[in-house]
């Protein structure tokens, strides 16, 4: 069903129409403990996080099972060790690719075949929003009418 759209160029589209802002976002900045990011995974039930900057540029994302598997390498569970290691420490399973404010809708397209989510960066690398799949499956759904 989607194949078509690998290949075509959408004319007039704009990541604007499909950005959610970074107002809207939740997202960890670099220094963050280990401890706050699990607190935060678990109130704001999310499963993948970007991570900024203190500064606001994208960094990467971490996800639960980043953490988890963390926990699991300690072998214990020892929450005072846990609130001294900030997430940039940890070893990341997996990456989401950004992608820069200007591009096409095929490049976007391709991303959220495989992330749930493209973080969205202006030309200085600053974290400006997500593109989510949901949204990019509403907008080709729309287009198809």
């Known amino acids: 069903m989607f194949g078509k759209y690998i290949a ?12 959610t802002p970074k107002s809207n976002v939740h997202f960890f900045v ?16 999310y499963s993948v996080v970007p991570v ?15 953490l988890l598997r963390f926990i699991k390498s300690q072998q214990r569970y020892d929450e005072d060790l846990f ?9 990341r399973y997996r990456s ?23 973080p969205v960066v202006d030309d200085r690398n600053m974290f400006i929003g997500i593109i989510r799949r949901k949204d990019i499956l509403y907008y080709v759904d729309d287009k198809e009418d």
């Open 52 to 66: 900024l900057s203190k500064d606001g540029e994208y960094i990467d994302t971490i996800s639960e099972g980043d």
């Open 83 to 91: 609130s001294e290691i900030n997430i940039e420490d940890i070893n």
């Open 30 to 45: 670099e220094g963050l403990s280990l401890t706050e990011a699990l607190e935060k995974f678990e109130y704001h039930k």
């Open 96 to 118: 989401y690719k950004s992608i820069d404010i200007n591009a096409s809708f095929n490049d976007v397209f391709e991303l959220v075949l495989s992330q749930n989510f493209v």
């Open 8 to 19: 075509m160029k959408r004319d007039g589209f704009s990541i604007f129409q499909l950005l």
